[in-house]
């Protein structure tokens, strides 16, 4: 779930980190990360590894509304300060999209995206992702994150997908709405974030096997992470599977 902390919980401290490929043009954004109105949070994830299996996460950081009085769409930021995939090799780059749920006086969903670069073996993502919106109705909002899609590039894995679903409904934002915005933008569609079929909720999670190139050899294994058994083709008139250290058993 997610816990709120308290508002303001950052105070007034700044921290301010460059966002790659958020600004016009490509050009580099900035943001100073620690906003007063911004609270905390952590969420519990489920989080599905392409086709290898499914691991337990923890996103850590906060999200930031631009105000309660909006005469534009404005930048709605969601800063991750931990979000470890407990990868067992290092990642070159990363870029990711999460789902922001809206509920309460309105009901609708916006994106945030952005990338980051390296990560090292079994160290955590960190970075911002940032979308425009434009509340349109006065009153309470409840901002959710609905669903991280994060793609991971890797010199060993290759290109690696991840979808993180929160576990159950946690709420990352109450957003008091006083001046909606009354005029029209080119908003581009938003489909609503879609888990895999790998999905299923109080699903048993499959840890992941992870198959590196040129790693592929029988018993190689890494702790938390396991490789397949290695079966050899049935022995003798009568078949029987043959495992090494096992008796081989003919039929008849």
């Not at 997610?2 to 401290?13: C, H, K």
């Not at 895999?196 to 029988?218: A, E, K, N, S, T």
């Amino acid at each position: 779930m997610i816990r709120l902390t308290g508002r303001g919980a950052a105070a007034v401290t700044t921290a301010v980190l460059a966002v790659s490929g958020l600004g016009a043009a490509g050009q580099t954004s900035a943001r100073a990360q620690t906003n007063p109105r911004a609270a905390t949070l952590s969420a519990d994830l489920t989080c599905n590894i392409g086709d290898l299996g499914q691991t337990a996460a923890v996103l850590d950081g906060w999200l930031t509304p631009p105000g309660n009085s909006y005469d534009a769409p404005a930048r709605f930021w969601l800063h991750i300060s931990n979000l470890n995939l407990q990868a067992p090799f290092p990642i070159d780059s990363w870029n990711g999209t999460a789902w922001v749920d809206v509920s309460g006086t309105e009901n609708t969903t916006f994106q945030v995206s952005g990338s980051g670069g390296a990560v090292p073996e079994q160290g955590a993502l960190t970075g911002d992702l940032a979308g425009d919106w434009a509340p349109a109705v006065a009153g309470t909002h409840f901002l959710r994150v609905g669903g991280i899609e994060v793609t991971v590039n890797s010199a060993q894995a290759g290109t690696v997908v991840v979808q993180c679903v929160p576990n159950g409904r946690p709420r990352a934002e109450v957003l008091q709405v006083a001046a909606p915005y009354r005029g029209s933008w080119a908003r581009p569609p938003v489909r609503g974030f879609r888990p895999g079929p790998w999905y299923r909720p109080g699903m048993i999670l499959h840890r992941p096997v992870w198959d590196r190139p040129g790693w592929q050899r029988p018993g190689w294994h890494r702790p938390g992470w396991h490789s397949p058994p290695v079966y050899h083709r049935p022995v003798g008139p009568g078949g029987g599977w043959h495992r090494p250290g096992f008796p081989i058993h003919h039929g008849g």
